[in-house]
């Protein structure tokens, strides 16, 4: 039985006491190769494939940090746990506090985070507060405070959480039987693509892959403090797991992008939409739209020529969180549903 990406990647994982350990049996997510969108955006000679994060526990990908996390705040004799969140992080750490009996405490910025990740914090139990700020004055608050009270912060700067989301890249060596030629992803506060590239320069050192991936992350036009190398105070997008104007892990994620000979570029929320709808509508997978921003993307590397095709080409997609998390964004102003008389003959025309 598969218990958990800890016990998995044992090995690459600084964990002391099993009996410590907490987890939801994360990890472990679904890898597919797209069979229809390729050839739809004109892309040949490619195989590109999904690493869908939202079929973690609480659907996203935050899952794997937060085993690692709050099995390390166990191990430390933690009661609490605390984060800044635009929406995964909180839904995250409320459950893993849960199972181990911690009490979990989130700041989330006030009215900008998708409902169904506050209804994920509420039920697991977290006390949640709105701060009337962004998300960067949260998390500055929470750094504060986890600093002088007994509480464990349990965000990306909690270097237990880039240890456990490393095992994503272990995944898909593992199924490809080598590092994919570009890796893509969403870049928000840039945890995850410097725990990405962790991961592939590990197993490149042990022998586990001949080769390394080009880091190739996205931000959302509106908060792209990366590209264009400089804070956004109000950073605005329409994917709000990616709303950042000052990433905590900025440094590491332009190592990643250099050493990798990758790039970081931007992509608009119209982008993003486009290809969430693309990702449903041709190959059955709902993402949040922050994940999107990988196959927005990916489109638009592929529309503008960008990518070497000359030789067949290997191309993973990090889908970040489940698209169940924000419907919103699909549903807008209201549902746009015909409504029929329970009559055959008129049911019948949709057939005609
Ligand atoms: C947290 C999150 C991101 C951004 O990841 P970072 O490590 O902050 O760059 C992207 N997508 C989703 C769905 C997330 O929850």
């Given amino acids: ?208 892959i001949a080769n390394l991936p080009k880091m190739t992350g996205f931000q959302a036009a509106g908060a792209a403090p990366i590209v264009e190398n400089r804070v956004i105070s109000n950073p605005e997008t329409v994917a709000t797991a990616i709303r950042i104007g000052n990433p905590a892990s900025w440094k590491l994620a332009v190592a990643a992008r250099d050493e990798s000979k990758g790039s970081i570029s931007a992509v608009t929320d119209e982008e993003i939409l486009v290809a969430q709808q693309l990702l449903a509508s041709q190959e059955g997978i709902f993402a949040e739209p922050a994940s999107c921003a990988s196959v927005a993307g990916l489109i638009k590397k592929a529309s503008a020529g960008d990518l070497e095709t000359d030789r067949p080409l290997d191309i993973v997609c990090v889908l970040t969180g489940n698209g169940l998390k924000d419907t919103s964004v699909v549903l807008k102003d209201e549902l746009k549903i015909d409504v029929f008389r329970p009559d055959l003959e008129q049911l019948r025309t949709l057939f005609h």
């Avoid at 006491?17 to 997510?29: A, F, P, Q, R």
């Avoid at 797209?34 to 050839?39: A, D, F, G, V």
């Avoid at 191990?75 to 750490?93: D, F, M, P, Q, R």
């Fill in 1 to 208: 039985m598969y218990e958990g990406l800890i016990r998995k990647y044992r090995n690459y994982l600084d964990v002391q006491d099993d009996s410590k350990i907490v987890t939801l049996n994360e990890g472990n997510t679904l890898f597919l190769r797209l069979k229809n969108l390729p050839s739809a955006i004109g892309l040949k000679n490619v195989n590109v494939y999904v690493k869908f994060e939202g079929l973690n526990p609480t659907g996203s990908f935050k899952d794997r940090g937060m085993t690692m996390a709050v099995t390390k705040a166990n191990e430390n004799g933690s009661k609490a746990v605390i984060c800044a969140s635009t929406g995964n992080t909180s839904a995250s750490a409320a459950a893993y506090a849960a199972v181990s009996g911690m009490k979990a405490f989130v700041l989330i910025p006030d009215r900008k985070i998708a409902l169904g990740k506050l209804a994920q914090a509420i039920v697991y139990g977290a006390r949640v507060i709105a701060i009337d700020g962004n998300f960067d004055d949260a998390l500055n608050m929470v750094v504060r405070l986890s600093e002088t009270e007994d509480v464990t912060l349990v965000n990306s700067i909690n270097p237990f959480r880039l240890q456990g989301q490393k095992t994503a890249a272990f995944e898909i060596c593992d199924a490809l039987h080598r590092a994919p030629d570009y890796l893509m992803l969403p870049v928000g506060n840039a945890g995850n693509i410097s725990a990405y590239w962790m991961g592939f320069k590990e197993y490149y050192e042990n022998r586990e």
